[in-house]
T-cell receptor, first 114, second 113 residues
Framework: GALVYQYPRRTICKSGTSMRMECQAV??????VAWYRQSPQKTFELIAL?????????EQNFTQEKFPISHPNLSFSSMTVLNAYLEDRGLYLC??????????FGPGTRLLVL | GEKVEQHESTLSVREGDSAVINCTYT??????FPWYKQEAGKSLHFVID?????DRKQSQRLIVLLDKKAKRFSLHITATQPEDSAIYFC????????????FGGGTRLTVRP
């Protein structure tokens, strides 16, 4: 079956530092990978969508300069949170899908910023 | 852009009763409507979805209804069980945009024994 792994599951970083999170799709080819953030007590906000053979599209309020994403092949994507501050804390989810079909989510990377 | 509203932020039902969660969306281009479940401290687990070419879909105890005219869709959980307790999120997407989903605010469902 389709599985999505994320690493690390939980991380703590100092304010102003950066951290990288990874997403791996197993059992299917992730032609699209979407990164979302769930801030405390909120819903899921799309950060950016990466589709094979297309430029990565960032949503309003999110930029490549702050959240650079790499999607080098059909099974792997990574995103870095640069200069993390308190408002960046939350659960970061990677959603992977094939051909725009059902999106499967990884367990998430929970980011705490001190 | 698309906005998805989930009308019930909390819902409490007795075990065995049905639970209904309602969502509305704004973008007529949306054609794909999945539902996800989030248990405490965990990620999103896919529950069921419906596409705009049908107005009803059932999978065991789950029924999804879609009213394109009203831009409204709903999740019906029949014969609820305590393990159905979780936060349920509706979402809307446009397949032409790949896998971009806009989520509702979530409904915390509690099934009382």
């Amino acid at each position: 079956g389709a599985l999505v792994y994320q690493y690390p599951r939980r991380t703590i970083c100092k304010s102003g530092t950066s951290m990288r999170m990874e997403c791996q799709a197993v059992g299917f080819q992730a032609t699209s990978v979407a990164w979302y953030r769930q801030s405390p007590q909120k819903t899921f906000e799309l950060i950016a969508l990466s589709t094979v053979n297309s430029a990565i599209k960032y949503e309003q309020n999110f930029t490549q300069e702050k959240f650079p994403i790499s999607h080098p092949n059909l099974s792997f994507s990574s995103m870095t949170v640069l200069n993390a501050y308190l408002e960046d804390r939350g659960l970061y989810l990677c959603g992977a899908s094939w051909g725009g079909d059902t999106q499967y989510f990884g367990p998430g990377t929970r980011l705490l910023v001190l | 852009g698309e906005k998805v509203e989930q009308h019930e932020s909390t819902l409490s039902v007795r075990e065995g009763d049905s639970a209904v969660i309602n969502c509305t969306y704004t973008d007529t281009a949306s054609s794909y409507f999945p539902w996800y479940k989030q248990e405490a401290g965990k990620s999103l687990h896919f529950v069921i979805d419906i596409r705009s070419n049908v107005d009803r879909k059932q999978s065991q105890r789950l029924i999804v209804l879609l009213d394109k005219k009203a831009k409204r869709f709903s999740l019906h959980i029949t014969a609820t069980q305590p393990e159905d307790s979780a936060i349920y999120f509706c979402a809307a997407g446009d397949n032409n945009a790949g896998a971009k989903l806009t989520f509702g605010g979530g409904t915390r469902l509690t099934v009382r024994p």
